[in-house]
């Protein structure tokens, strides 16, 4: 890298600049930091190159493209302004050379390395076609090395499989030694996914022997062997052979897909295509350099005055993808907590050097679920804080907190920026169920740890490949039923149980409906009343509760204005067993409504109160002093949530606190949280299900805390 010079601006887009990483025709790309504190690489195009408007036109498309990856081994954007004079681009930075770099400096790679090198690209491309996108200039150049495996860079040329090219008909997009055949001719003929296919075996035989499969010399001559001649292979190792003649097969039709690729060049490896160790020796150590004097960087001295710089502009897919149009905001900026060590007595940090493991929040902390965000972010905070302030801490956690606002497409772009910021090993959130599946995919590409601490998530979802690291520490909303069925079985038993099953939003407590209807309490019997949605006769389902003779009432439903009308409903009805709900009704909006109706009434619930837990006690006081007020439901979650990942972390030692080794790591650790004991099954990643769900009761108009279920005795009935 190279120092600034005094023509080049200070900042670009927000994103403070730090040196030139290289500079060419097109333009210079700069080491810069941005507004959250991350190093991105920033790429500007001289402004004559962007007065063509065909030019413009494929800039905005290599920003479209690479805006809607999210693989591991692919380098996204996550920020542009393709109509600035100098438009411009930001992806995250990675220190290590690129794949050309690293051969002509130190040699060919080991057969074993390639392999690896080529199952992790060809897992890129699978990513890459899926999104409808055909790269279209694989090569060494375009491949830079981490020490945990390859990354693809550079859709300058990419556009959507089938479009239009917007250059000139007798034009070669690609570079001449790793362009496909098809991609030379000039009769019409389409590149496709199989095209990138050819090129990875181009870089794959360039990996392994220090030579492109069709030599070198004047461009012309380079493409007319790759058309007519057969590739010049030797020194390529026999295991790597057959694997390389096939991607490099005329007929593109002949060539494996990626997947194929990716399995055959993982099968058999010694060590499995996972393994982090992949690198020769001088190379991990070049990175390590590399990434250290990256992040020791001073601010560097001001060059020219700038205008004022608009703040970077995030990506969100439906404008990347709308012809010509602008890059939308992504909202409230993406904030940083970390503790530095305020002095307090015998919790100050540790007086030596440590390395800094970032764990983000992304969390609802302005939209419709902002009061279960804000207990996710004060209880991580705090967590962070503890664990910085242990004398026996290994490392240091720095947290990254972003909202998402409880918006779909907000929260899909926030996912994306911090999966792929590198500095971050892990993700707890989101704060609420529709987020769920966005995330969890978004990470499971990312290889990131994805922990839930409130979200709901079905139990036979873990067991999806995309989904391989989402780490649920709360249970499955099916886990709500067991408080009920224990309760009317144990503690005041009954044998007629009549299930008010609300339909209005009801969708998120069908698991408790099913097994209450599976499992009877009592072993006796369940009659099932349902309120269709847009229905209101909570008298008539009183009624007709009473008409069944039901012992016991158990509200089905989300609302806690429609539960407490069934709670008036049944007053007047004058029922008098026991009255249950589930958690997702439990609020103050029940109380209100329901008045004194509300009075006995009992819930099931997946947060515990940790007012009433004697090992919580010093959270508690920890919260009080930082917020002024005990801790809402979840935030005793959200710290155990952090406590977990802490103790993963400090289990891999040094060398292998890493994201893969994280994910591998913490479904095999135990960890003892305030809430509850976190452990999982290491085969099916699901919480071990010990004292898991709690029992609240409306008393003078508020929620007692009566218990884990499992710890009720029969004599203290309610």
Partial sequence: MRPLTPADPAAIGGNRLLGRLGSGGMGTVYLARSAAGTLVAVKV????????????????????????????????????????????????????????????????????????????????????HSAGLIHRDVKPGNILLAPDGPRLIDFGIARAEGAATLTAVDAVLGTPGYLAPEQARTDGAVAGAPSDVFSLGCVLAYAATGHGPFGSGHAAAVVYRTVHDEPELTGLPAELLATVLACLAKDPAARPTPDELRTVLGDGLPGGADAEDWLPA????????????????????????????????????????AAGAGLAAVGAPVAWFTTRGRGRGTNAPPARELATLTLALQADLTGPGKETGQAHERGTKLAVERHNGRPDAAFRLALRVADDGGDPARAAQVVKELAADPAVVALVGPTW????????????????????????????????????????????????????????????????????????????????????????????????????????DFAGAARALTEARAEAVVYAGTSPQRAAAMARALTVAGFQGPRMGVQHAMEPAFLTAAGQDAEGWLFSALFT????????????????????????????????????????????????????????????????????PLSFDSNTHVLTRQGTAHLYQVVSGTYRYLGRYTDLKPASTQ
């Fill in 45 to 128: 195009i001289r402004a004559d190159h962007a007065a063509n408007p065909d030019f413009r036109a494929r800039f905005r498309r290599e920003v479209a493209a690479a805006g809607q990856l999210t693989g591991r081994w692919v380098v996204p954007v996550v920020a542009a302004d393709p109509h600035a004079r100098e438009p411009w681009l930001a992806t995250p930075f990675v220190p290590g050379p690129s794949l050309s770099e690293a051969v002509a400096g130190y040699g060919p790679l080991p057969a074993r390395a390639v392999r690896i090198l080529g199952a992790r690209l060809a897992e890129a491309l699978a990513q890459v």
């Fill in 433 to 536: 169920d529709a987020a769920v599946p966005e995330l969890a995919t978004a990470c499971g590409a990312a290889d990131l740890a994805l922990l839930l601490v409130s979200a709901d998530i079905a139990e036979s979802a873990l067991s999806q490949q995309e989904w391989r690291t989402v780490c649920a520490t709360r249970p499955a909303a099916d886990q709500l039923a067991l408080p009920v069925i224990d309760y009317l079985s144990r503690i005041r038993p009954v044998h007629r149980t009549g299930l008010v099953e609300d339909l209005e939003g009801g969708e998120p407590v069908f698991p408790v409906v099913r097994n209450l209807q599976q499992s009877p309490p009592s072993q006796g019997t369940v009659s099932v009343h349902r309120i269709p949605v847009g229905g209101s």
């Fill in 282 to 321: 001088p190379l991990p150590r070049l990175i390590a350099e590399r990434s250290t004097r990256a992040l020791d960087l001073p601010a560097p001295e001001p060059t020219r005055i700038d205008a004022p710089q608009a703040p970077v502009r995030g990506l969100t897919r439906r404008r990347l993808l």
């Fill in 609 to 676: 109160d940790p007012l009433a837990v004697p090992a919580a006690a010093e959270f508690v006081a920890a919260h009080r002093t930082a917020y002024g007020q005990p801790p809402a439901r979840w935030a005793t979650e959200a710290h155990d949530a952090v406590g977990l990942v802490a103790e993963a972390l400090t289990g891999l030692g040094e060398d292998g606190r890493s994201r893969a080794g994280l994910t591998r790591r913490i479904f095999r650790t135990a960890h003892q949280g305030l809430a509850k």
